[in-house]
């Protein structure tokens, strides 16, 4: 089977930095990616890792080491618009998330 | 360039009745996944289509839930004889490609009451 763990809750301080680990197991790797979702909006693409490494856009950072099935998404420089749930997912047409990390935001 | 649509966005049935749920891809897309997501949870792959084809119905509970992507029109899922556990936000997606890793883009969802 496959299955991803990550904290269920994160709590930082505006204008901080925050890391928000993922743990997989899966077969047929494709990579790992990473999505954002505000309370009561659609989950939205924020990045995805092949590849071993870091992958920066802007604020935000994904990490994947596939020798140890692990990733993480790290942002810098917080908003109070980054308040949302992160989940983590792995699959190709079929994709399999987390069960989303919720962040808080402390101004 | 629309992105994915969903409607409706809010839907209330009683037990028993039936839900009938609209996507409508990006344009130039012809892939179409559907999710459920229960409250505090992620989002559990439902189905996968492509043009009047399902691809991979692995998610979707053997009785009372179907979908359908025709040639013309709108993907559809249906809940027959919706109950209590039914209530959920149902997200659609879809994609360019597929194979490997292809990027999917998510409507806003239907979330669906059923009293």
């Known amino acids: 089977g496959q299955s991803l763990e990550q904290p269920s809750e994160v709590t930082a301080v505006e204008g901080a930095i925050v890391q928000i680990n993922c743990t997989y197991q899966t077969s047929g790797f494709y990579g790992l990616s990473w999505y954002q979702q505000h309370d009561g909006g659609a989950p939205t693409f924020l990045s995805y890792?092949?590849?071993?490494g870091l992958e920066e856009t802007g604020r935000f950072s994904s990490f994947l080491s596939r020798s140890d099935s692990y990733g993480y998404l790290l942002l810098q420089e917080l908003q109070m618009k980054d308040s949302a749930s992160y989940f983590c997912a792995v699959g190709d047409d079929k994709i399999i998330f987390g069960k989303g990390t919720r962040l808080h935001i402390l101004p | 360039n629309a992105g994915v649509m969903q409607n409706p966005r809010h839907l209330v049935r009683r037990r028993g009745q039936e839900a009938r749920l609209r996507c409508s891809p990006m344009?130039?897309?012809?892939?179409v996944y559907w999710y459920r997501q229960l409250p505090e949870e992620g989002l559990k792959f439902m189905v996968y289509l492509q043009k009047e084809n399902i691809i991979d119905e692995s998610g979707m509970p053997k009785e009372r839930f179907s979908a359908e992507f025709p040639k013309e029109g709108p993907s559809i899922l249906r809940i027959q004889q919706v109950v209590r556990g039914d209530s959920a936000a149902y997200f659609c997606a879809s994609s360019q490609l597929a194979g490997g890793y292809n990027e999917q883009f998510f409507g806003p969802g239907t979330r669906l009451t059923v009293l």
């Open positions: 344009k130039g897309h012809s892939h």
């Open positions: 890792n092949a590849l071993d």
